[in-house]
């Protein structure tokens, strides 16, 4: 397999992948019956599961796998959302820092053409913690990194005074 076509798990743009997919089985100048096995061998997780599902004598052929396999993974295209849904974006009851976090990078995955600022004042805007709140805005972060990396530092600094109050003491 060409180093340019990754593994498909269920995430992510299905179009992207047979796009990648095809590019490469045109340039090795495979024969027909070889892309749906090679195709099958870009499956991983819960692409690999719904492969091994299909009934037997479903498919007659690459364009019947490829037609199958767009129809079941569509709903995991990416889909262009407004940067202004970014200020949208807030962090929810009893979510804790560290998935918001991981949340907020996913949904703004989708959204194409914000400039960073526009990320970093909806990340501060829709995080609900106080102390993190007036920690980020002591000295505004300049990129998502630098955010993301304030932000992890003042959750290890949070998990290590709950420790404190708790009594643990660190081994010397």
């Known amino acids: 397999m060409p180093n340019n076509v990754k593994t498909y798990d269920g995430t992510g743009d299905p179009e992207n992948h047979v796009k990648k997919f095809q590019a490469a089985a ?5 024969a027909m019956p070889t892309w749906c096995h090679m195709f099958n061998y870009t ?3 819960n692409a690999r599961v719904w492969f091994d599902e299909l009934t037997p004598e479903s498919i007659d052929g690459y364009k019947d796998l490829k037609a199958a396999f767009l129809a079941y993974f569509m709903q ?6 407004d940067p202004v849904e ?3 974006i807030k962090q929810r009851d ?7 976090m991981e949340r907020f990078k996913v949904e703004t995955r989708r959204m194409r ?8 004042s909806g990340f501060m805007h829709g995080v609900n913690n106080p102390e993190l709140t007036k920690c980020l805005n002591e000295q505004v972060p300049k990129t998502m990194e630098e955010m993301m990396t304030t932000t992890t530092a003042f959750i290890r600094g949070e998990t290590v005074a709950a420790s404190k109050k708790k009594g643990y003491t660190s081994w010397k």
Do not use: M, S
Request: aromatic share 10%.
């Open 76 to 81: 995991q295209k990416k889909y262009v959302k």
């Open 113 to 120: 053409g914000a400039p960073e600022c526009i990320r970093i």
């Open 43 to 45: 499956l991983i997780g």
């Open 94 to 100: 009893r979510e804790t820092i560290k998935d918001f």
């Open 26 to 30: 045109h340039v090795e100048r495979w």
């Open 86 to 88: 970014i200020h949208n």
